[in-house]
Structures are given as C-alpha cells and as structure tokens.
C-alpha cells in the first residue's frame, strides 16, 4: 500500500475536488475501499489545515490591530484623531477577529 503524497493532495485542494470526486477517481483507478478511505482523510485533515491557518492569521491580525488601537487610544499622541483611533480600529479589529472565527468555526 503506498502512501498519498503531498502534491496529489495539493493538486486535489487546487483543483477544488470534493470527497466524492476523489473517491470515484480513486475507484476507476483500481484501489480498495481502506486506502481510499485514507486517502479522503487525508484531504479532508490538508484542505482543513490551510482553512485553520488563514483563520489563525485574521485573529492574529485583529487582536494586533485591536491592541494598538488600545494603546494609542490610552497614550493619545494624536488628540486630534482620538475617537478616529478608538473607535475606528475597533471596529476594523471587531470586524476582522469575526472574520477569522466564521472561517475558523464555519463547518
């Protein structure tokens, strides 16, 4: 039994295959159901991954933007731009974290 390689997991996630197209092409191939099984596992655990990835970089990204916010609106160097600064950079930093946790949680 070989093992399912990086690239022909890469090339199905590229390709935006579902399980099910990669279960009827792996049939036609020739293999059994536990080494299509694996491999559908596979996929799903890779094209999870990045999913995850991307979502752990929007809430990253949000609570940087959020803390800055918090600091600058605390140290105020800008009076002028105060409430440009707290409640602009929350509102973007709220809006990004919810971002990443619809990709994060999204089923």
């Given at each position: 039994m070989e093992a399912i390689s990086q690239k022909v997991l890469e090339s199905w996630i590229s390709s935006h295959y579902k399980p099910e197209q990669i279960m009827l092409e792996l049939q036609a191939k020739g293999y059994d159901e536990n080494y299509i099984h694996t491999c559908i596992e596979a996929f799903k655990k890779a094209l999870n991954s990045r999913r995850q990835f991307n979502?752990?970089?929007?809430?990253?990204?949000?609570?940087?933007?959020?803390?800055?916010?918090?600091?600058?609106?605390?140290i105020n160097p800008f009076p002028d731009y105060y409430y440009w600064i707290l409640y602009g950079s929350t509102a973007v930093a709220a809006c990004i974290i919810f971002a990443g946790l619809y990709t994060l949680l999204e089923p």
């Open positions: 979502s752990i970089l929007l809430l990253g990204t949000g609570a940087f933007i959020g803390f800055v916010g918090c600091v600058l609106s605390l």
